[in-house]
């Protein structure tokens, strides 16, 4: 069975097939105004997941996602606490955060990370073209992108141009000559009153704080939003994509205008596939900062662990919506604990005198070939993660029912199903199995020590001393070692570098 993907362009199940020897995925990144939550990681992960499976199937993958680093939701954090006093100041600060919490998340690295800010000459560039094609149109030093110059504008979100509403503020609607045009380039710097949408009451509203400016042949400005995308994909990809990875609220206006503009300039189609992630739910909300229902990822990984939050988005395939709960986390830590639990009995019972060479369990060696069957099936499924990681704790099962009916253990048995624990679950799905220290007679001493210093830690909580406990605790998870306060226990993981 070969890969097939719901593509959104299409509305179709489509065979995957990639254009070239690499596939060229582009994931629409994050803007850097923020620390990032766990709707933000939801597309992630899936993304994530996507990559790992490709490249698991034998395809080697260019993966690009983008940071914007340039945009009025930063500079209205100018000034705010110790972020800086300029937009680049802001944007490093929670860029170095989102690439933290990445690592935390155990993403694969993208083959590049952009930043809008480094491609201003690109950005110039293509919107250059779309001028001079007859795509674009200036106003006042602005550049908007004239929808009705390119056939097929509303195909992807399914909308018809008639039937589109105004996508920018009322000051720029007089500017433009249809009103689902929308800007390519904005003159001057961030207007007062897109500041103030987006600014604490607590800071002064500073008539200098407009962010960082260009020069550009039509004008002083910034980048429009959309056009940063195209041109950060086509720069480090190619002018087609074989897939576009992103969140579904970002379907239109924000996908609608990057295909617009970008097979206006290139005369090519511009991606492949789209694959849109559903989004995440918290207090029956999209979870979103703006609504305040938000848990950080740095929040989540301190209080769940990274394998616990990649199994609870493994318990929902990715176009659909997913609701976060205690409920939710519960079956995910329980779902974790029962793989892993399984994964390390597997390992010990290995590596055990009673495990023999002679001694066969069929039942054991054939749940594990259908494991993998019904894995690859679920993952060529449209990435069907939630049916993949049913098959693996189907597995743990018979490993339990092996390790609990026998006296004497299928070595090679229990050897297949840790492969296949290590490759699908590991490899494919991103979690870290074992998450135990390994190595000769110092691993018991090792052992003692985090366990002292756990000791100590609760003492200095049952003392009300809370800032040295978490001092403690962060101090061990710089180390690797991750503590985890489930109810009254205290339990400790080592995350495999």
């Excluded at 680093?69 to 006093?85: P, Q, S």
């Excluded at 390519?184 to 103030?196: F, H, I």
């Excluded at 990984?301 to 519960?330: C, K, P």
Aim: aromatic letters at 8%.
């Amino acid at each position: 069975m070969t890969l097939s993907v719901t593509n959104t362009l299409t509305g179709e199940r489509e065979e995957f097939e990639p254009r070239g020897d690499e596939v060229l995925l582009y994931v629409c990144g994050l803007t850097v105004s923020d620390h990032a939550h766990l709707g933000h990681a939801r597309l992630w992960v899936h993304a994530d997941i996507m990559h790992r499976w490709l490249e698991y199937q034998g395809y080697t993958v260019r993966h690009v996602e983008n940071f914007t680093d340039v945009n009025e939701k930063i500079v209205a954090r100018i000034g705010e606490d110790e972020l800086g006093e300029t937009e680049a100041t802001v944007a490093d600060h929670f860029t170095n955060s989102v690439i933290q919490d990445m690592r935390g998340l155990n993403l694969k690295r993208a083959t590049v990370y952009p930043r809008v800010s480094e491609h201003i000459p690109t950005i110039i560039d293509l919107v250059e073209s779309l001028l001079d094609d007859g795509y674009a149109y200036e106003a006042n030093g602005s550049v908007y992108f004239d929808v009705t110059a390119f056939d097929g504008y509303g195909d992807l979100s399914n909308q018809q141009l008639d039937e589109m509403e105004a996508q920018t503020p009322a000051d720029e609607r007089a500017e433009k000559r249809h009103p689902a045009d929308f800007a390519l380039w904005k003159a001057g710097g961030v207007k007062p009153d897109d500041l103030n949408e987006h600014r604490s009451e607590e800071l002064d509203q500073l008539e200098t704080t407009h962010g960082q400016t260009w020069n550009a042949p039509w004008g002083e400005g910034r980048p429009g939003w959309h056009i940063e995308c195209s041109a950060m994909s086509m720069d480090h990809l190619d002018e087609t994509l074989d897939i576009h990875v992103g969140g579904r609220d970002l379907m239109f206006p924000h996908h609608e205008n990057e295909v617009a503009q970008s097979e206006a300039a290139t005369d090519q189609q511009f991606a492949r596939y789209w694959l849109h992630v559903g989004l995440l739910q918290s207090a029956g909300d999209k979870m979103s900062s703006s609504i305040g229902n938000i848990l950080t990822i740095k929040q989540a990984l301190d209080e769940h662990g990274v394998n616990v939050i990649r199994m609870f988005y493994l318990a929902t395939a990715y176009r659909s919506e997913q609701t976060l709960g205690q409920s939710e986390l519960a079956e995910a830590t329980e779902r974790w604990d029962r793989l892993n639990r399984a994964y390390e009995m597997a390992v010990d019972a290995s590596n055990s005198t009673d495990a023999y060479a002679i001694v066969e369990d069929e039942s054991l060696r054939s749940s594990v070939s259908e494991t993998k069957s019904s894995f690859t099936s679920a993952m060529n499924n449209d990435f069907n993660v939630r049916e993949a990681i049913a098959s693996l704790l189907k597995l743990a099962t018979s490993v339990n029912r092996h390790l609990d009916s026998q006296e004497r253990y299928d070595y090679h048995g229990l050897y297949m199903a840790i492969e296949a624990f290590e490759a699908l679950g590991g490899e494919v799905c991103g979690l870290k199995f074992g998450d135990q220290p390994t190595g000769d007679g110092t691993v018991e001493i090792a052992e003692e020590l985090i366990e002292l210093i756990l000791d100590v830690r609760e003492t200095e909580r049952e003392a009300g001393n809370y800032d040295r406990a978490d001092e403690l605790r962060d101090s061990l998870d710089e180390i690797g070692i991750e503590v985890q306060d489930n109810n009254e226990e205290t339990i400790y993981r080592v995350n495999n570098q």
